[in-house]
């Protein structure tokens, strides 16, 4: 049977690329916790009490906060290298 | 690359009624029908700005997203525009693609906002993009079809679905399109984009992240200092108000020619915004708008609406008569968006 009419797709797909998870360590014990804050309202604060439950309760030692631009983009260059460079393991992803 | 050797898989069908719920059914609409993208038409939709199928329109950056001429060609028609919006619909992606603006936040946020376009320069009255009355209400094909199409984009190829990468909590009528030219022609002030850096002869769209337009009225007033003290006291207390977005004024008809016959421009009208639209700390906190124990000193120290007196943008339009204007508060804040203007270009 003919089809009267060619119609088109307008969806796409995002690019794909390979992402990678950092190794995770055995334990937190000695381990120092980078903090991101996504500047919401009490990300801070809900960061740091889990950071003090880590260090209670698991033995981490230390914690650095650092606060990212705005929620709306990625942390930016220098509080990454920052926290690289100063912690074992790091927590972000705080939504509202 | 030519259509012939299109990305875009296509479909056979019987008929347009046939398609337009073959596109419902696969969740490629906004709500209503849309307009079946064949070959013919997407070609001249991607004629009319001298791109190829494949070109790289724009980029999302933190969606990994790129937007290409013929994806945007194929909801354009599906919009209902004619080839000759395309340029605006081009420069309009161009500018929610801009970091500035910074897609993320606004395109997701359960502050639900929608993408404000202001179209500036001659193109705005070839395309005859209403800047008059009614102008955000129906009846113009221009202002329907842009925002429409700029929408379809966000949904099918940035993948922007309400409920799941949209979180708006509540949204507003403006996300099914947003579209409006400044009234240059009756204006006695500078259009925005010359504000801006552009000429008058240039053409240019300037994208806002915006909650949805609030209606003033004044009709008691004659000079622009009670008009706009009026407009100053609904703008206080709005959107979020201790975040600071930036702000869109439009001075509709009457209330224009009040202002401009005080010899008011622009700028001063921004100046008079911005020193009467704050609000005392106490203020803030006594409405929950700033948490925290009211002190002495709150009583007397101000937080202004926004951070600048340019971050209220002045647009003259709307309806001759009528003693109303409008205010449209930005989503968020101006350090997560901004509004962005861009050349309209024609090849």
């Known amino acids: 049977m003919s089809k009267g009419i060619t119609v088109f797709d307008p969806t796409t797909t995002p690019k794909e690329q390979p992402l990678r998870y950092a190794s995770r360590p055995a334990t937190l014990q000695g381990r120092k916790v980078g903090l991101v804050d996504n500047t919401k309202i009490n990300s801070d604060k809900l960061l740091l009490k889990i950071g003090k439950i880590l260090e209670e309760q698991h033995g981490v030692q230390g914690m650095l906060l650092r606060r990212k631009r705005n929620s709306g983009v990625p942390a930016h260059d220098e509080i990454l290298n920052e926290l690289g460079a100063e912690c074992d393991v790091m927590i972000a992803g705080v939504g509202d | ?347």
Request: glycine content about 8%; proline content about 6%; hydrophobic content about 40%.
């Open chain 2, 1 to 347: 690359m030519s259509l012939a050797e299109k990305q875009s898989s296509s479909n056979d069908l019987s008929d347009t009624i046939e398609a337009s719920e073959f596109y419902f059914a696969r969740g490629w609409t906004d709500g209503l029908p849309v307009i079946p993208p064949t070959k013919d038409s997407v070609q001249a939709m991607l004629d009319s700005v001298g791109r190829e199928a494949g070109e790289e329109v724009a980029f999302i950056a933190n969606r990994q997203t790129r937007i290409t001429a013929e994806k945007v060609a194929v909801n354009a028609v599906m919009a209902g525009c004619k080839p000759s919006y395309m340029p605006v619909v081009v420069a309009a992606l161009e500018a929610i693609s801009d970091p500035l603006w910074g897609y993320h936040g606004p395109a997701t946020s359960t502050g639900g906002s929608a993408v404000f376009m202001l179209v500036n320069g001659p193109i705005a009255r070839m395309l005859d993009i209403n800047s008059g009355d009614n102008l955000f209400g129906p009846g113009w094909r221009a202002n329907a079809t842009i925002g429409r199409a700029v929408r379809l984009v966000m949904r099918n190829v940035i993948n922007t679905l309400p409920g799941k990468l949209d979180r708006s909590t509540l949204g507003h009528p403006g996300k099914f399109t947003y579209c409006i030219a400044e009234n240059e022609a009756e204006s006695p002030w500078p259009p925005v984009h010359v504000e801006r850096g552009f000429s008058p002869e240039q053409n240019a769209v300037t994208v806002f992240a915006a909650l949805a337009p609030h209606q003033i009225y004044n009709q008691l007033s004659n000079t622009a200092e009670d008009v706009l003290t009026t407009m100053a006291d609904n703008m206080r207390i709005s959107s979020s108000v201790t975040r600071q977005p930036q702000y869109v004024v439009l001075v509709a008809g009457e209330h224009m020619q009040i202002i401009a016959g005080d010899g008011w421009s622009k700028t001063d009208i921004k100046r008079f915004l911005f020193a009467h639209t704050e609000s005392s700390v106490a203020h803030l906190k006594r409405t929950k708008r700033i948490s925290g124990e009211i002190l002495p000193q709150d009583e007397k120290t101000m937080r202004p609406l926004v951070q600048t007196p340019e971050d209220i943008i002045i647009v003259a339009a709307g309806g001759r008569a009528g003693a109303f204007s409008a205010f449209i508060p930005g989503w968020g804040s101006k350090v997560t968006s901004q509004s962005v203007t861009k050349e309209i270009r024609q090849p």
